[in-house]
């Protein structure tokens, strides 16, 4: 790869359908590290790389939103475990993360790309299977992460709701009111993703210090004003208000929250391609961001189970939310209560605006290798933009149609939340068995960011934890399931898996191009 001086032009391999080609492309931020990368991956540079590593990593941190979410799904973890469920739950959860997060890192290293997972499924599986099960995989990527931008905007919509009914009683809490909610958020999510994408980089830098800020300004009157629980009741003492047959069940069922919490770990992987010197940046970025918001969110943790009273009466609380009702309990004021949680709705407002751009690249990159119906639409990016402006687009339509599930059944809506985990921890589970698998083969190929020696053991480890909590994702709240409190997640998600393989057979084993034919590793 050489450029042109005068003219400031990049002359760059890609993969056509005859074969491999020169393409002329306008500079766009690329380092020789990333023009290396790209030309070893087989693709051409489209989009600009306008992230560093502060902006990268205010992507990663809030898009994962740690301390707000622990917050939010606080109920999932009152319910099955109690305040002692909650912190050893999200203790436990961390440590497990940061395995996954780990390994997830050295990956990135070796292959940045937006594709992430599903590219790193074909790279490091056996040339037989590498195909169909990087299509697999890749189908399975887009789902969870479609259906989580509209999870987490149903959160921001109905949180919004348990305000007005905090200081409007006589507010009606109507399911097509969340729904609005939902679209009006997506609707300005798509502004900072289309017209303010080149200023997005910048956003997200001060988008990080208002998630550093507001959690200080959260956590404070909680320290101040709150009651204070007994420690051994706050640690030991275990609720099981499901009905399971033993506490250990429903600790397990509770985990749900601290994983929906401190997923995301493959978020700023997926915008790899405008990210500049990705492979040492994103992979210091993506660890950094594990340290920093697990470290915030465990202590949000610790600080809302000591202040919240009884833990009976929150749950039980006409918000919606339990810790809106503990913030009103501590702050005994509307005005109050309705501050710190305007301030956990604009950072969650904005961990959609990340999610939209991560939804979209993921989706954009897995139709650029003919992955989905109507790719080369999805895949086509302008010029103009140099965003992937019709994937963009796709997505926020996607979770405007999903939106509508919630008029008719916000149960089954609910379910698309634990659809999100179930589908991103499967993609990590396939992703890291492969890893571990290549590594018994032979040497990973280069790169810059290694675990060394204890990679093998951090796989492992990070796929034990995997496999246990992702059959636990799958459980209802209680096992008195009815038609309402089915976890209907696990009939969406394995009906997506036959519709996926069922369209390989038919048409994708002929559109698609895997990652690891157009790979270069050996010129």
Known sequence: MGVDETNKVYFETS??????????LPQLGNTDADEHEMRILGRTQQLNRNFRFISTLGF????????????????FSLMNGGTA?????????????????ASM????????????????????????????????????????????????????????QGLLVLNYPDYAFENWHGTLFVIAISSFCIIFNTFLAKKLPMVEGLILIFHVLGFFAVLIPLWVLGPRGDPKQVFTEFLNLGGWDTNGISFMVGLLAPVYTLIGADSAVHMSEEIKDASIVLPRAIMTAATVNGSMGFIMTITFCFTLGSALDIIASPTGYPFIQAFYNVTKSNVGTSIMTAIIIV?????????????????WSFARDGGLPFSSFIAHVSPRWNIP??????????????????????????????LA?????????????????????GPLPPRRWSLGKYGIFINLGAVAFLSVVWVFMFFPLSPQVTAQTMNWSVVMF??????????????????????????????
């Open 389 to 418: 402006l019709n994937a963009v687009l796709l997505t926020f339509a996607i979770t405007s149609l999903l939106s509508l599930i919630n008029i008719g059944s916000s149960d089954a809506f609910h379910a698309i939340g634990s």
């Open 347 to 363: 950072n969650i407002t904005s961990a959609c605006i990340s999610t939209l751009a991560t939804v979209s690249r993921q989706t």
């Open 60 to 75: 990663a941190c809030t898009l994962m939103s740690t301390w707000e979410i622990s917050l939010m799904t606080s109920f």
């Open 15 to 24: 993969s056509v359908e005859n074969g491999i080609g020169m393409h002329k």
């Open 421 to 441: 985990v179930n589908a991103i921890l499967g993609t990590y589970l396939i992703s890291f068995t492969v890893l571990i698998l290549r590594r018994l083969r």
């Open 105 to 160: 890192a050295e990956m990135a290293s070796i292959s940045p790309t937006s594709g992430g997972q599903y590219h790193w499924v074909s790279e490091f599986s056996s040339p037989q299977t590498q195909r169909f099960l990087s299509y697999i995989t890749g189908w399975v990527s887009v789902l969870g992460w479609q259906v989580g931008l509209a999870s987490v905007a149903f959160l921001v919509g109905t949180m919004i």
């Open 494 to 523: 394995f009906c997506t898996m036959l519709f996926a393989v069922v369209y390989y057979l038919v048409v994708g084993r002929r559109n698609y191009k895997s990652p690891a034919e157009l790979i270069r590793r050996d010129d």
């Open 85 to 101: 469920g909650m912190i050893w739950g999200y203790l436990l959860t961390w440590m497990g993360y940061l395995l996954v997060f």
